[in-house]
């Protein structure tokens, strides 16, 4: 399974202009990628590892 990064939108305002923050260890014990939204500021984590829940 791969990350599909395309699709990532933020989870404040939903905008996909998103911009890359370096890196967070989130609590699995792994490195994920940061994102920062270019409308609002919002910056997150998503866990790539979990799947979406349809």
Same mark, same amino acid.
């Given at each position: 399974?791969? #990350?599909?990064?395309?699709?990532?939108?933020?989870p404040? @305002?939903k %905008?996909?202009?998103?911009?890359?923050?370096?890196?967070?260890?989130? #609590?699995?014990?792994?490195?994920?990628?940061?994102?920062? @939204?270019? %409308?609002?500021?919002?910056?997150?984590?998503?866990?790539l590892?979990?799947?979406?829940?349809?």
């Amino acid at each position: 399974m791969q #990350a599909n990064t395309s699709t990532l939108k933020c989870p404040s @305002c939903k %905008s996909s202009e998103l911009q890359k923050n370096g890196f967070q260890v989130l #609590a699995d014990g792994n490195k994920h990628q940061r994102f920062r @939204c270019k %409308s609002c500021g919002y910056v997150f984590a998503p866990l790539l590892s979990v799947k979406n829940k349809n």
